[in-house]
């Protein structure tokens, strides 16, 4: 009942009214396009420092579906995941918080008939612009170096911006608790230690027991896992728990970072 209250009181055009605000920005900073572009640099490298330098040393590695692969082509799928993330992530947490905390850009939004939960789904839709530039060039660089098939390189894609969505969900909810730019080194952390320990540069069969069920549990992996199976042409039913994980941090991180931007913009 509460979610459909929430989305009665939804505007369309008032989303696309806080969408419209960040592209003026976007168009207004020259700037801010260098740092859209480098974003998609290092996820880029990793793949052809670890992906194809360290995979010439190793060979060979399992799928996790019978297959056997080339590490590059485990790797790959990864970083792919890994670049959604970042852009997400990138978009909602400086870049939100900035705007929240010293901008008072919400401030003047919510001035307007625009409600606290529609700012965040401007701020997700937009985030999910800058996830899918790199996410885009990502898998046309995998195609290239024929690290996936052209066919399922597009299949792959929604998923990835689904992956955006969860993460620049998440991302935006943990923004509306941050007191100060120092605690962005809690969230640096946290993405680089999610970025090593996700199933991105070993398979997660490799790990000890304790290990393993730990890392099963974050959600990068999920992410990881969805996006592997998607480009290496063997999604399984597995996918559909991938999936509704992230859905649900979608839900969860959205509900959590209107009612923040509620309580602490119009108490």
């Not at 937009?126 to 690290?147: E, P």
């Not at 992410?223 to 969860?252: I, K, S």
Request: proline share 4%; net charge positive.
């Amino acid at each position: 009942m509460v979610t459909l209250a929430v989305a009665r009181r939804v505007s369309a055009g008032r989303v696309g009214a806080v969408v419209g605000r960040n592209v003026g920005a976007l168009r207004s900073g020259a700037s801010y396009w260098l740092v859209l572009v480098s974003g998609f640099f290092e996820p880029l490298l990793y793949l052809l420092s670890i992906g194809v330098g360290v995979g010439a040393l190793v060979g060979s590695v399992p799928a996790g579906d019978g297959r056997v692969v080339s590490y590059a082509v485990f790797v790959a799928p990864a970083m792919l995941a890994a670049s959604a993330m970042n852009g997400a992530l990138a978009e909602t947490t400086f870049n939100f918080f900035f705007k929240m905390r010293y901008a008072k850009t919400f401030e003047a939004i919510l001035a307007t008939p625009v409600r606290p939960v529609e700012v965040a789904l401007g701020e997700l839709c937009w985030a999910m612009v800058r996830s899918s530039v790199y996410t885009a060039l990502f898998l046309v660089v995998m195609v290239v170096l024929r690290l996936a098939d052209p066919w399922w390189a597009v299949a792959a894609f929604p998923a990835t911006m689904l992956v955006g969505l969860a993460f620049g969900a998440v991302g935006m909810a943990a923004s509306t608790l941050l007191r100060g730019w120092q605690d962005f080194d809690l969230i640096s952390a946290a993405q680089f230690s999610l970025f090593l320990f996700s199933g991105t540069f070993s398979p997660v069969g490799d790990y000890p027991l304790v290990l393993r069920v730990l890392v099963e549990a974050l959600p990068l992996y999920h992410a990881v896992e969805l996006v592997r199976g998607l480009t290496l042409g063997a999604p399984g039913w597995a996918a559909l728990g991938h999936a509704a994980y992230l859905v649900a941090m979608v839900v969860a991180g959205l509900w959590f970072a209107a009612r923040r931007i509620e309580r602490v913009l119009c108490a």
